[in-house]
T-cell receptor
Framework: DGGITQSPKYLFRKEGQNVTLSCEQNLNHDAMYWYRQDPGQGLRLIYY???????QKGDIAEGYSVSREKKESFPLTVTSAQKNPTAFYLC????????????FGDGTRLSIL | SQELEQSPQSLIVQEGKNLTINCTSSKTLYGLYWYKQKYGEGLIFLMM?????EEKSHEKITAKLDEKKQQSSLHITASQPSHAGIYLC???????????FGTGTRLTIIP
């Protein structure tokens, strides 16, 4: 079955540590996205990529980095510069532009040790 | 920037009853999307609406986009425990604009 796989489901970060969240899709979608979800704030866009080897900052990119070396993969690194990383992170993909429905993975919950 | 307001924020409904959730935008909508989320899980795409007056149904869930394209409603008929979760609306104001989400409506179904 086609879908989006995020791993790990739970992740713990120590102070000063960078951590990477994995997102893989086999839907043959061109565009991929990373969102952060906090209680009462809805989803906020971190980064997005509409084509391989290209990505754009979203609304809250500071303290995060991404890469898009393959169409299927869009990993997100939460760097030590992100001072409040505790959140639920969601990866999504779509056929192309923003007006196409986005399909989501099951999320990664990141906590601070 | 576009803002989406959902109402109510939470809803408790007896099983078998009908309910409606609303999503109001500060801008005219190019596209409106409804998603469902169970706690701690990803979002499940329900429906997309683009044309003013458009109405779509899936099983017992019906969504409509008003003529002026600034408000959408999601109606559930004869609610069941499987309908429980958080319903989020998302919207794009124009073709190349980013998708913005509402803060969600938490639906609880009681026996």
């Amino acid at each position: 079955d086609g879908g989006i796989t995020q791993s790990p489901k739970y992740l713990f970060r120590k102070e000063g540590q960078n951590v990477t969240l994995s997102c893989e899709q086999n839907l043959n979608h061109d565009a991929m996205y990373w969102y952060r979800q906090d209680p009462g704030q809805g989803l906020r866009l971190i980064y997005y990529s509409q084509i391989v080897n290209d990505f754009q900052k979203g609304d809250i990119a500071e303290g995060y980095s991404v890469s898009r070396e393959k169409k299927e993969s869009f990993p997100l690194t939460v760097t030590s510069a992100q001072k409040n990383p505790t959140a639920f992170y969601l990866c999504a993909s779509s056929m192309g532009r923003f007006n196409q429905p986005q399909h989501f993975g099951d999320g990664t919950r990141l906590s601070i040790l | 920037s576009q803002e989406l307001e959902q109402s109510p924020q939470s809803l408790i409904v007896q099983e078998g009853k009908n309910l409606t959730i609303n999503c109001t935008s500060s801008k005219t909508l190019y596209g409106l999307y409804w998603y469902k989320q169970k706690y701690g899980e990803g979002l499940i795409f329900l429906m997309m609406l683009q044309k003013g007056g458009e109405e779509k149904s899936h099983e017992k869930i019906t969504a409509k986009l008003d003529e002026k394209k600034q408000q959408s409603s999601l109606h559930i008929t004869a609610s069941q425990p499987s309908h429980a979760g958080i319903y989020l609306c998302g919207a794009v104001p124009d073709l190349d604009e980013k998708l913005t989400f509402g803060t969600g409506t938490r639906l609880t179904i009681i026996p």
